[in-house]
């Protein structure tokens, strides 16, 4: 913690727009996360960061890294490299994992990162035995240097050839154990049979001083899938801002043309067991049953107390012209549809401006008044301004979640404006569409007349507003007592600020003491799964 996460967090504290430093410390890990104001523009924030970072003066060999470019959210996909060929461990599964299908999804437009989970990580590993040290007097970082210097290649410069000039070059790089194994460390004089030294000198290489072997390095963790013990786990993350969708698709094709190209072993392949893809179809699904209920119900109600098939279809058809405004200037706008932004629209609000100057033409025709173009306007004129105010008096309400901010805002803020541009969009159809097509459909003249049931409804309701006027004061204290009421339930109610998401999926986890060693947390994992 003293030497990289305080000295890297006072170096960040000076980004420019940066609201808040946050860090943890571990043994051998440090995490720094860095908390950005709203509206900060995130190419910019992490140059700026990048450049903070180089002037921190670290210990030799550590050397600070920016998380990927993706947000919270931005895990798409989950895949496994599933291998059924015997000849095929958790090692070489590691290793194609890192090596081939690591840079060949990262490679896929709009992929921000591909994180391996998993499997051993592939290693040369040099058991040096101390008493071959002593015996020929060689000590351990002769023979770390000697390693270093036969595991390079070399550049000798250019040497003329006629009207070419040739490059010249030394090829060192380790290919196998026996190249490791020859590396030479060391001289060793000979001696002849009398025992004087006859001045020859034999090298004495690494595989005179250790055992040289394949291994893996030391593992901190392991990712079991359904009855295998060990598998190894990708997850691709998407970049800030991209298109789910479009990724996941690219991301598919990617690892079709893998699985097919042979460029895996036999045996081995790529095999998702995530993909957001199901989410975002369900989310989809679930908008679009709630959209056509919606529409269907508030159809229902209008044909059933308006008695009028034609005017319900006309107050109806509000509903689905307001959305595609509303789609359009998010679209235009850039802003996200989701479960809140869709889910919360309310159709009645939507429907309540056509609803008020539907009614009020209706009220024209059932009173067998003109049947002219003049008729409509007039009817439609009377109460437009009556619409407009109340439509306006519920496009204010939405005005505070506009004011919200942080991830309040980013969740509301949608909302807000996915049903300001439809209740907008309800006004201007509300005087224009409305008429217009009433005039077309009953230009011809119509007798309407009210369903039975609403003359009944409209009758008693006289006589209780007839009660209800004889004695104000006794309505003022009872609604005064229903409204403390009201508020002494609201004060008791729970609160949620966020509708509960089922993505279908179960999410156990399991936390054991730090201290808890690999090999128990494993046996753990194994009974749990």
Not at 274 to 302: K, P
Not at 323 to 331: E, H, I, K, P, Y
Request: proline residues 4%.
């Amino acid at each position: 913690e003293r030497q990289l996460t305080i000295p890297i967090e006072t170096a960040v504290a000076g980004v420019p727009d940066v609201d808040s430093v946050r860090s943890v410390s571990l043994f051998g890990l440090s995490v720094v996360t860095i908390k950005f104001r709203d509206g900060a523009n995130d190419f910019r924030s992490r140059q700026n960061t990048q450049m903070y970072l180089a002037a921190v003066n670290l210990p030799t060999g550590v050397t600070p890294t920016i998380s990927p470019d993706a947000d919270a959210t931005g895990e798409i996909m989950r895949y496994r490299i599933k291998g059924d060929n015997p000849a095929i461990d958790v090692i070489d599964l590691k290793s194609l994992e890192d090596g081939e299908v690591f840079k060949s999804l990262k490679s896929v437009p709009g992929v921000a990162d591909v994180n391996g989970f998993g499997g051993m990580v592939k290693q040369y590993q040099v058991l040096v035995d101390p008493q071959k040290l002593l015996y020929y007097n060689i000590t351990l970082a002769q023979l770390a240097q000697a390693l270093s210097n036969g595991n390079a290649n070399v550049g000798g410069g250019l040497m003329p050839s006629g009207e070419q000039q040739l490059v010249v070059r030394g090829v060192g790089l380790v290919r196998t154990l026996d190249d490791i194994r020859n590396i030479a460390v060391s001289n060793l004089l000979s001696t002849g049979g009398t025992g004087s030294s006859n001045g020859l000198k034999a090298p004495i290489r690494v595989g005179d001083l250790a055992t040289v072997q394949f291994g893996n390095a030391e593992r901190l963790g392991q990712v079991q899938f359904d009855q295998d013990a060990e598998t190894v786990e990708g997850i691709v993350l998407m970049r800030r801002g991209e298109n789910a969708s479009a990724v996941l698709a690219r991301v598919r094709t990617r690892v079709n043309a893998i699985n097919a190209s042979g460029r895996l072993p036999p045996g081995v392949k790529i095999v998702p067991f995530y993909d957001r893809q199901e989410l975002l179809d369900l989310t989809v699904h679930t908008v679009t049953r709630t959209l056509l209920a919606g529409i269907s119900l508030v159809l229902l109600v209008l044909w059933l107390f308006l008695g009028n098939l034609r005017m319900a279809l006309i107050v109806a058809a509000i509903i689905p012209l307001g959305l595609c405004v509303s789609f359009t200037g998010m679209n235009w706008f850039g802003v996200p549809a989701n479960l809140i932004s869709l889910g919360a629209i309310d159709f009645g609000l939507i429907a309540n401006a056509a609803v008020i100057v539907t009614e009020n033409i209706m009220q024209y025709l059932e009173r067998q008044q003109r049947q002219t173009l003049e008729a409509f306007r007039d009817a439609t004129a009377e109460v437009a301004r009556a619409m407009i105010f109340s439509t306006a008096i519920i496009i204010v309400a939405y005005a505070p979640l506009f004011l919200l901010g942080g991830v309040e805002g980013k969740i509301f803020e949608p909302m807000a404006f996915t049903m300001g541009l439809a209740l907008l969009a309800s006004i201007l159809l509300s005087i224009t569409f409305i008429p217009g097509a009433a005039t077309l459909l009953f230009a011809g003249g119509a007798a309407l007349r009210p369903p039975k049931f609403v003359d009944w409804l409209q009758e008693r309701y006289r006589r209780l507003l007839a009660f209800l006027i004889r004695y104000p004061i006794r309505l003022g204290v009872v609604s005064l007592v229903l409204l403390l009421l009201s508020v002494w339930l609201a004060m008791r109610l729970g609160s949620s600020f966020l509708p509960t998401l089922e993505e279908n999926n179960l999410w156990i986890r399991v936390t054991l003491p730090n201290t808890v060693g690999f090999d128990y947390s494993a046996r753990v994992a194994t009974e749990i799964r």
